[in-house]
């Protein structure tokens, strides 16, 4: 599918503000294989897409999962606005007719992470963190640095930064955010 006709489509779904987002993430995860030698086209893709489930009604979000046969865990269950990146992905496929596994395995991810990312998951995660219209968060100036001169410290903030705050707010954290912030840790000191 063309970018035009993506680009169309996803102004059909996301707010004006969800739409900016997304092709901020398209642009900086562009720049960022650029610079990591990763596939460019691909990262411009996953970037525009990575958020096109995001705008469903959470009350949606679960029951679209459950008929789609998507595997929900028990944070998903709680909180199905952790959902939108596997129903991204399954939209990605179904609705804009993108079969890569490489972009879908990045907005399936873009969310929690997982242990043993790909340098396309890393990029789109980062590039969804750190992007230009993104509000100001804790940190953000020096992890947007960092994400130009090391992907995987830029990485493992960011994961650090996001459970510190889900903590502070009570919030449930996703398993599979703190499987890859230990994995990330560990792999970190070696």
């Given at each position: 599918?063309?970018?035009?006709?993506?680009?169309?489509?996803?102004?059909?779904?996301?707010?004006?503000?969800?739409?900016?987002?997304?092709?901020?993430?398209?642009?900086?995860?562009?720049?960022?294989?650029?610079?990591?030698?990763?596939?460019?086209?691909?990262?411009?893709?996953?970037?525009?897409?990575?958020d096109c489930a995001k705008c469903i009604p959470t009350e949606?979000?679960?029951?679209?999962?459950?008929?789609?046969?998507?595997?929900?865990?028990?944070?998903?269950?709680?909180?199905?606005?952790?959902?939108?990146?596997?129903?991204?992905?399954?939209?990605?496929?179904?609705?804009?007719?993108?079969?890569?596994?490489?972009?879908?395995?990045?907005?399936?991810?873009?969310?929690?992470?997982?242990?043993?990312?790909?340098?396309?998951?890393?990029?789109?995660?980062?590039?969804?963190?750190?992007?230009?219209?993104?509000?100001?968060?804790?940190?953000?100036?020096?992890?947007?640095?960092?994400?130009f001169q090391d992907i995987d410290k830029a990485l493992l903030?960011?994961?650090?930064?996001?459970?510190?705050?889900?903590?502070?707010?009570?919030?449930?954290?996703?398993?599979?955010?703190?499987?890859?912030?230990?994995?990330?840790?560990?792999?970190?000191?070696?």
């Open positions: 599918m063309e970018r035009a006709v993506m680009i169309k489509k996803l102004k059909d779904k996301l707010t004006e503000k969800r739409f900016v987002h997304s092709v901020g993430v398209e642009y900086t995860a562009s720049c960022m294989a650029f610079l990591y030698g990763a596939d460019m086209k691909k990262a411009r893709i996953a970037g525009l897409l990575h949606e979000k679960l029951t679209k999962a459950e008929k789609y046969g998507l595997p929900v865990n028990s944070s998903e269950r709680a909180n199905p606005d952790l959902l939108h990146g596997k129903l991204g992905a399954y939209y990605a496929r179904t609705k804009y007719g993108i079969n890569d596994k490489e972009i879908l395995d990045a907005i399936t991810y873009h969310t929690t992470g997982r242990p043993g990312m790909t340098l396309m998951d890393k990029i789109i995660y980062v590039a969804d963190y750190i992007e230009p219209n993104r509000k100001m968060l804790n940190e953000l100036p020096e992890i947007r640095k960092e994400a903030h960011i994961l650090k930064n996001i459970l510190v705050y889900l903590e502070s707010q009570s919030c449930e954290i996703d398993e599979m955010t703190e499987k890859t912030y230990y994995y990330y840790c560990s792999n970190n000191k070696k």
